[in-house]
């Protein structure tokens, strides 16, 4: 069984949420790692680990990722690392869903990834690298991450349903 580590110059971890109901903000982790065991092309064997760093959250706007990262939102201080390990594989068509336990301030749930595979190719090093662009949805509350105002108009200031999108390149360890 081969193993495939996340090419972090060649990939992104993502996320989406709307903000006053009526725009999104979108984000993602600068720090990040993981790794696949198994065959890219044929992944139902596979075991999939992934971790992101809280603290490198960026969102282009440095009072906002602060805030993310405090007590009201991630925790960071407290909960350092965002988790996910692989449970089961399912095949969809060409796709796969990915069955997992994401752990966020300290809170495990149940969650589906969509997977869509790539391919495989040589890199200009020599290297064997697979693609991969990962989508999934979460409800933030699930997780802890409460905090919310309301506007003088009614509105939420943070929507519940995060967007999730990854789009990643992973290198085939020798």
């Known amino acids: ?18 903000h006053l109901v009526i725009s999104t903000v979108s984000g993602k982790f600068n720090a990040f790692e993981g790794k696949l065991e198994g065959e890219p092309d044929d992944l139902l064997n596979s075991k999939i680990s992934f971790s992101a760093d809280i603290e490198s959250i960026h969102t282009g706007n440095e009072q906002r990722d602060g805030h993310l990262k405090s007590g009201d939102f991630f925790d960071a201080a407290a909960h350092p690392k965002l988790t996910f390990q692989s449970t089961s594989i399912e095949k969809k068509g060409d796709d796969y869903k990915v069955n997992g336990n994401l752990t966020l301030k300290g809170v495990t749930k149940p969650v589906t990834l969509n997977v869509e595979f790539g391919g495989v190719q040589k890199s200009l090093y020599g290297q064997t690298v697979a693609g991969f662009e ?3 949805k979460i409800n933030r509350q699930d997780y802890g ?12 200031v943070v929507g519940d349903e995060v967007k999730l999108a990854a789009n990643l390149e992973l290198i085939k360890q020798d």
């Open 145 to 156: 991450l409460t905090w919310s105002a309301v506007t003088e108009a009614g509105g939420v």
């Open 134 to 136: 990962v989508t999934g």
């Open 1 to 18: 069984m081969a193993t495939w580590t996340i090419d972090t110059a060649h990939s992104e971890i993502g996320f989406k949420v709307k």
